[in-house]
């Protein structure tokens, strides 16, 4: 990226975040992604190749420290870079208050919406034994994934892991994204038949309490009362 050519603190920041892949990618080191294929998968349309230049760029610049353990590189904010987390964090604050509303269409995504949630599994909420939910997205975007977790982990899969299913949904993909995100209750989407939940055995406020949901949750039911 070249310099804009400004003595001025905010043109040093943007050429530091000034572009539309770095935010991201401070996002999810912010969120506790480490390895590289974990960054990609919460920033799937970035490829390997520009995310491996921007990594390399963010660690020139003191962003980030790369570590490698057992062989396996990881990536891992500085005290600048948690710092400038906390600056793109509350630009998505800003963003909810302002210019936030539903998913367009070309923000639908059904695989990136699963490992957000698997990102956010309450593993001291969870049961003690191992847990198996089938999630079956509806026309238009068709898509299967099974989210696998206990107390210490969760996993995300696309192809049958072979375990007894314990829940299902199934739900539009507007819809779930929309509970994630806070602009619907489940329990409207459910009563809407928008989403259906099959198995469970305690009622939906046991399902609740196993996700922390979106971390901007609160900040778009906030917005959404301040509005109204």
């Not at 963003?95 to 367009?104: C, K, L, Q, Y």
Request: contains cysteine.
């Amino acid at each position: 990226m070249e310099s804009n050519g400004q003595y001025c603190p905010i043109a040093v920041g943007t050429e530091v975040i000034g572009d539309r892949w770095t935010p991201l990618i401070v996002r999810e080191l912010f969120c506790g992604s480490t390895r590289f294929n974990d960054i990609q998968r919460g920033i799937p349309k970035i490829s390997r190749t520009l995310l491996a230049q921007r990594l390399r760029r963010m660690e020139r610049m003191g962003v980030l420290e790369r570590r490698v353990e057992d062989g396996v590189p990881h990536y891992v904010l500085t005290p600048a870079g948690k710092e400038l987390g906390e600056v793109v964090w509350t630009l998505g604050e800003w963003a909810v208050r302002w210019s936030f509303g539903d998913p367009e269409p070309d923000q639908l995504d059904p695989p990136l919406l699963m490992w957000r949630m698997r990102q956010r599994v309450r593993h001291e909420q969870v049961p003690a034994k191992r847990t198996t939910i089938q999630f079956d997205f509806t026309p238009p975007h068709r898509f299967r994934a099974w989210l696998v977790f206990d107390r210490s982990d969760a996993t995300v899969c696309t192809q049958d892991p072979g375990y007894e299913v314990d829940i299902w949904i199934r739900a539009d993909a507007m819809e779930l994204e929309r509970v994630w995100m806070g602009r619907a209750s489940l329990h409207d989407a459910v009563a809407a038949g928008t989403v259906t939940i099959d198995g469970l055995p305690r009622g939906l406020r046991t399902f609740e309490r196993w996700f922390a949901w979106s971390p901007y949750r609160d900040a778009v039911i906030a917005a959404a009362e301040e509005r109204s």
